[in-house]
């Protein structure tokens, strides 16, 4: 091949490539735009529907035998077997996610409750992804690194598609290809014809430009939902057996990612427009296809990513839809008041916490790196809970300044950093790479804050996830500032010795005055004025806005705040180890912190604390005593984290939302049961 025809061929060839990638992503974008336009709710776990989809799919083309040397009729029969399987199990498994994640809170104002129920779903599909791979004999093959540390071997797919080369001129064209853009074409008419003349197509149009009116009108917008749902199920199970059978492989590993794509494309086509989402998932995947060519593939999901936030933050109804996106007034999140029980069980376990290291050393426990770890939690937790329960904002990329603050400690005192090397002596102290980790924390908290601000509610939400993504992701393609996958070692930490203390003592010691600092800011900041200017900012902005408050400025606080302590609990978590990893910081540190929040979001501060000290009791402890009683069975509670802090913070958003607390729901309960035997009930019972 001459220059002249390779450079002719180049074109075309990146456009085949996008083409086909993004067919499968305009697939799965089709299916959650349709849910969101009838529910106007967005599924976090809708990605993680499309990734177990492809293990089953997997799993389903091995069991049925086919390889290459089987006949084309019986390939093609297969084919289309593993199709409607793969339709099933998608719809099966996002109507399952309506039933739990979206049903339960259909008649709550609160509309952060299902987004965060639907996280916790997500984790728990991504386990039962993880469970799933045992089940079956993946061929011999090198593992690969997975996504939240989770490391799965490929499970390989059989040869589904005939190997046929249509191409000519240099241009590579397979059948795969062909018929990847043939169904992903195929399914885009069918579909749009069943919308436009199908009852049930009408009824979700309906639906979904005017709940109340089609209600009125007879239409039952619950079932419209759960259909919806399903609709979109099916397609993203679809485009799960495309993704298998044109790759050849399966990863369960791709659920944040392919979600965050599908989420893309339905932002950029219009959330609640179906056409328009194919269509940005095909532009996607071309742009995708050109960026690992002329860029670097490394930096094709950043790139992504920040057409994500800068489509949610400049234009976000979409470049070419007009559907309005849903309004976050009413969002009226429960969050508790710090009383006199609260503050007698804040200094209760402070005053637990500070004694704690002297019963260790005299019980000879060796539970201190434990219980530093709990102090670290309750810091973050509380940090985070600035954000969520004071402000009202959902941020789900809370782990990314943890990052932050543990890389900046790093690079300011490491032995193995190139900034450290140049900086001055007096530049290189510990305790001035704490203060510098919370002051670049919060700065990025506020960089990060500023295209939130023109966001509201589940888009928030959506903006901080791809911002928790990225962090990361530069992290790990900047070795040679970062040491990338390698990480850094040799972090200096603050000296102790002059008090006596070694290093742990004095990781504790600064740990546990981390944990107080933040707790007692929390408490003075609740009934404060910017406490208060919080609280109506997150029950009403409009109106908050209306006698002089400034929603812009007391978000970017709110952030700031937040960001700055998990900063510096990064920059104490990096010198207690004097190691950092890029591992260290994924996702599952934002879904612990989010989950201890979330459990006692209904106790304020107080919550936030207790929260933090039952998910590090598991984690520390628990979960080693569990092991211990369950050694029989072969079952490391450990390896199953993802499930039981998605299930946590499912239940904990459930008991968020209850309009009654757990002593009223259970004297109401008491009541209905004295009701039952005859004992009248006592005079202003509010229980009807």
Known sequence: MTCGTGCLALLPQLVIYGLTNGAVVALNAAGFTLAYAVARQINLAHGNVFAMTTVVVATLARLLGVTSATSTPLRVGALALLAMAGVAVGATLNVLVERLAFRPFADRADRIAPLIASVGLAFVLFQAAVWWYPLVTPPPSEPVEGHLGVVLPLLAMPDVLPRVELGCCGVSFTFKDALVLAL?????????????????????????QDGELAALSGADPTRAQTLAFAAAGGLAGFAATVYGAYYGAAFAQHGLESGLAAMTAAVLGGVGAPFGALVAGVGIGVVSSFADYFLDPKWTPVLVLLLLVGALTFRPTGLLGTVPVASAEGERPETG??????????????????????????AGWHGLAGTIDALRLVALAVGLGIVVNFAGLLDLGYAAFFAIGGYTAALTTSSASRLAVALPEALRSPWLAILLAGLVAAGFGVLFGVPTVRTRGEYL????????????????????????????????????????????????????????????????????????????????????????????????????????????????????????????FDFTVSLMVLAAVVLGSRWGVAGAVGGAVVVAAYDRWLVDALNGIMGGV????????????????????LLRSRPLSLREWVRARASQWRLGRGVPRPSGDALT
């Open 184 to 208: 992903a074409a195929g399914v885009a008419l069918v579909g749009g014809r069943l919308l436009r003349r199908h009852p049930v197509g009408r009824l979700l149009r309906a639906v979904a």
């Open 337 to 362: 008041r710090a009383g006199a029980g609260s503050g007698l069980f804040l200094v209760a376990v402070l005053t637990a916490a500070t004694v704690l290291p002297f019963l260790d050393a005299l």
């Open 461 to 584: 939400a959506i903006v901080t996830l791809a911002f928790g993504e990225i962090v990361p992701n530069v992290i790990w393609h900047l070795p040679e500032w970062t040491g990338g996958s390698r990480g850094m070692s040799g972090i200096a930490a603050v000296d102790g010795s002059v008090l006596g203390w070694d290093r742990p003592t004095t990781a504790y010691a600064l740990a546990l005055g981390l944990a107080v600092v933040a707790c007692v800011i929390a408490v003075r900041l609740a009934p404060s004025r910017i406490g208060r200017a919080w609280a109506a900012v997150r029950d009403d902005e409009t109106a908050a806005a209306s006698v002089g408050v400034a929603p812009a400025v007391l978000k970017l606080l709110a952030f700031a705040m937040g960001a700055g302590c998990a900063g510096l609990a990064g920059a104490l978590f990096a010198q207690q180890f004097g190691y950092v990893e890029p591992a260290q």
């Open 634 to 653: 072969g079952v490391d509670l450990r390896e199953q984290n993802l499930a039981v802090f998605g299930v946590a913070l499912y239940i904990g958003t």
